[in-house]
């Protein structure tokens, strides 16, 4: 029987076991949107996930969205990375970077020269952003138009080498959470005309552009995505998630990425939406490749997982912040730290890289 501690093989990645740490939203970038030190020595003390999924960085000065979150797409930033994945390596562990691009979620404040955010539409989403002024109304986008695509997907492109060049196992692309690839893949935002709107074969072209640029990159077996079905976040649902995300799913199988990681539910809430279902194991059983899941695991669950087979791995978000020794934990069903939720953005070592292992 295989359970949660047994190593897998992702792609071209080696996994020591089955046990994740999902990306995670820290806000705590250096000057030059870079990670410094501090989140070296976090990165270095989570090692022992099989798999560490460092947090969404902007693949473009454009797909910012929040203050201080660290990007890949400059030189500086890659040598930054670099001490990060030689300190997890150091550890003997695996990481991969999320590529990111916030689209409409974004202010004119952390923009370059004072831009508007682009997006699949000009419509202002009904949400906030973390700026140097604390939390604000998202700005009124853009459309991006057509002939601006192949630019967008060059910047893809460019941040996937860059992340292989600063030393990452591989990339997670973003395609979940209501940011810029959902904002194209679903028809409660995307209110476009021509080749990226209207029909869903239309709505999932930027995305199945962007696997086809970054694997052309880097390889498929160092590619993994992430979705999420059925989170509003920012964007009601689709009109019909379990036709859209299936034909997403459809789609992705053939190139045979890494992993396909789901967010089952709502992110960072109910897993179970009122009186919505949704089928994970129709598009697991299309997809055929490594299967990882997320959203508010307990150990019991995860174990259970696992074990009957419905999931190849299990990402941990908040329990990875306040236990940076989490697979330890879970192998002998100790108790976990309390996470400090006022210290999950911005701010420096505190709720960061202070919280205590088993040994200590
Ligand atoms: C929390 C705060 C800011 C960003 C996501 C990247 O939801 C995020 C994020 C989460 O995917």
Redesign the pocket.
Known sequence: MTTLFDPIQLGDIALANRIAMA?L?RNRAVEGNKPGPMTVEYYRQRATAGLIIAE?SPISPTAQG?LDTPGIWNDEQVAAWQSVTQAVHAEGGKIVLQL?HVGRISHTSLLPDGEVPVSSTDQVANASTFTRDGFVPVSQPRALRDDEIPGLIEDYRRAARNAIAAGFDGVEI?A??T?LIEQFLRDSVNDRSGPYGGSIENRARLLLEVVQAVTGEIGAGRTGIRLSPMTT?TAPLDSNPQALYGYVVEQLAPFGLAYLHVIEGE?GGTRTPDGKPFDYAALRRTFKGPWMVNNGYSRDLALQTVADGQADLVAFGRPFISNPDLVRRLRDGATLNELRADKL?GGGAEGYIDYPTLAA
């Open positions: 990306p939203t969404a929040y990111w973003h979940a959470n940011y976040f992110t953005y």
